[in-house]
Antibody, heavy 117, light 107 residues
């Protein structure tokens, strides 16, 4: 059974940093692109970042470019999102999602990041 | 970036009704469109990929159509468990933009 389990969310002050993790199981993690998608409270889905299967290619939404870094450890079957210079508008539930031929076929349960003084 | 719009933003319908949601892309995306269902407090779930292909295990009352810039998502007979917000998403280009969502509830 495919499972994606996010962790690392919490309360952080503006300007602070946080690292999210997404532990994958039930599939060959190293062969799939992965993504982060976020959802601010009461709002819609916003794509954040992607990483290809071996980690050699990444991309970011303009709103997080230069502040967030996506990475992966295929030996540990884990996806990461390093978030720096956090702002109030980064407050959201962050989901990791598996990319199956350009569709997000499995999602984690999400982890809440709250940026507040 | 490709912009996605959806209409309506919300709708109320009776059990058994046919429900239709439209999604429009700001440029030609061929059939590179997904539809997702998100129930309150839950992660999104893939329903339709390649604009019209039903994901495995998804009930056949859900369907999608369209290509280019204009797409339609249909629930042929609304069920109580279909109460959710529905999002389209293009994958012609990065960023993989989502539509703003359509909230569906029971009248």
């Amino acid at each position: 059974e495919v499972q994606l389990v996010e962790s690392g969310g919490g309360l952080v002050q503006p300007g602070g940093s946080l690292r999210l993790s997404c532990a994958a199981s039930g599939f060959t993690f190293s062969t799939y692109w992965m993504h982060w998608v976020r959802q601010a409270p009461g709002k819609g889905l916003v794509w954040v970042s992607h990483i290809n299967s071996d980690g050699s290619s990444t991309s970011y939404a303009d709103s997080v470019k230069g502040r967030f870094t996506i990475s992966r450890d295929n030996a540990k079957n884990t996806l990461y999102l390093h978030m720096n210079s956090l702002r109030a508008d980064d407050t959201a539930v962050y989901y990791c999602a598996r990319d199956r031929q350009l569709s997000f076929d499995y999602w984690g349960q999400g982890t809440l990041v709250t940026v507040s003084p | 970036d490709i912009q996605m719009t959806q209409s309506p933003s919300s709708l109320s319908a009776s059990v058994g009704d046919r429900v239709t949601i439209t999604c429009q892309a700001s440029q030609d995306i061929s059939n590179y469109l997904n539809w997702y269902q998100q129930k309150p407090g839950k992660a999104p779930k893939l329903l339709i990929y390649d604009a019209s292909n039903l994901e495995t295990g998804v009930p056949s009352r859900f369907s999608g159509s369209g290509s280019g810039t204009d797409f339609t998502f249909t629930i042929s007979s609304l069920q109580p468990e279909d109460i959710a917000t529905y999002y389209c998403q293009q994958y012609d280009n990065l960023p993989r933009t989502f539509g703003p969502g359509t909230k569906v509830d029971i009248k």
